[in-house]
């Protein structure tokens, strides 16, 4: 039999930076699928209301690679494996924080 895989062997600085990679690109989607649903003036919202279910993807796609990379950044530096990579990744997630949260600021 194969011994079963302690969760402190994983690399959760490498987990945790990919994940906050994957939800900046879950940004750069949301926006570009939103972008590419813009029409002329007077079209209405047929562009936006089928982009729907892109930009539902892109923001799941976000909120999970987020969450994600919370949690493996709190693995990584509480385990010791990869607080380097963990701290890219929380610099990331913080970065991300801040593009989404201040314009909502105004």
Known sequence: MRPVANGRARPWGAIALALAVLAW?????????FLSSMGTPGDGAQGLAAAHGG???ALGVLVAGSAGSTIA?????RSGRGRASAAVAALLLGVLVLVLGVPLLR
Do not use: P
Request: zero cysteines; hydrophobic letters at 75%.
């Open 73 to 77: 950044s709190v693995l990584a530096w």
């Open 25 to 33: 690109a879950g940004l750069l989607g949301g926006v570009l699928v």
């Open 55 to 57: 930009l539902m993807l």
